[in-house]
């Protein structure tokens, strides 16, 4: 890492430099790397538009995409956009002033959604869902309107193996956020570079660099959300057994079709004894590695 002030990028200034911080940093950047090799999410010369709410998440995603392209790891122009959704109370100075300050390429789109949200929504009823995707469909208009190829959002690990539990639980299927995505007009790539990064590393690195952080106040101070409740339960089974998120999020990166039940994936029919038809071993799936029953 650079750490001379007329290295750095603005967003990194003042900067702690502890070795723990350091350590912290890197990881970051390599999680990140990672993610964008792993899943082909740059295509040089394209325009991100890097959304912003002002949470940690969005922050850390960021500095480490600032960080990339400063050092010449990121192909790609960078525009920061927050949506402003209208929300009684939100600090609709905070971001801009903060953009301004860092030298950071942005934009601030208002947009009342929440009236929408709340005109729409019973006393009590759960509003993740529908802000979800008025705020998605304003991002793509805005991706649109600026040129932009991908959009790109703050979704971490945590995030996704939360949406995975709540899709088990919840929805019937095993589905989750995937890292890289066409949106259904398929003019927009969404991407996730955080994919492989802990929320906790999120909260660390913003904390410390002390970035103003807003909370949202729609849909984060619901209580008994399921979201919520997966979360809680992830917890419990990390603090039991460390190191369990990860090795949970390594099995979405390792699919067996063959040992799962959805005859559209597997061809469960055509299994015939003597080598002929599909094997249950084509994915070059190795027997001892797969807990099966007894």
Not at 104 to 116: A, G, K, L, M, P
Not at 128 to 156: D, K, M
Not at 189 to 200: D, I, K
Request: hydrophobic share 40%.
């Amino acid at each position: 890492m650079l750490d001379d002030l007329d290295d750095i990028h603005p967003l990194f200034h003042g900067a702690p430099a502890s070795t723990e911080f350091k350590k912290l940093r890197k990881r970051l950047v390599q999680n990140v790397r990672e993610a964008i090799e792993t899943y082909g999410m740059v295509k040089p010369g394209d325009r991100w538009l890097v959304c912003l709410s002002g949470g940690k998440d969005s922050y850390t995603l960021l500095a480490v995409l600032t960080e990339l392209k400063w050092r010449g790891l990121l192909p790609v122009d960078l525009l920061a956009c927050n949506l402003d959704q209208g929300q009684p109370g939100f600090p609709a100075t905070v971001l801009p002033e903060f953009l301004t300050r860092m030298g950071v390429e942005h934009r601030i789109e208002y947009q009342d959604t929440y009236s929408v949200v709340t005109s729409k929504i019973k006393p009590g009823g759960t509003m993740c869902s529908l802000c979800s995707r008025l705020r998605r469909g304003n991002l793509y208009r805005i991706a649109r309107e600026e040129g932009c190829s991908t959009v790109v959002l703050g979704h971490h690990r945590d995030d996704i193996l939360e949406t995975f539990f709540m899709n088990l639980f919840h929805g019937g299927r095993l589905a989750s956020m995937p890292p890289k995505l066409v949106n259904e007009e398929g003019d927009l790539f969404l991407c996730r570079p955080l994919a492989f990064v802990a929320e906790a590393d999120c909260d660390r690195f913003a904390r410390a660099m002390n970035y103003p952080i807003i909370p949202c106040d729609l849909c984060g101070s619901q209580e008994g959300l399921q979201r919520a409740q997966v979360k809680s339960l992830i917890d419990e089974w990390e603090k039991r057994s460390p190191g369990r998120r990860q090795v949970m999020f390594r099995a979405l990166m390792n699919v067996r079709p063959s040992h799962l039940a959805d005859p559209s994936l597997f061809d469960f029919a055509q299994l015939m004894l003597g080598g002929a038809g599909p094997k249950s071993d084509q994915l070059n799936e190795n027997p001892k590695q797969l807990i099966l029953p007894d």
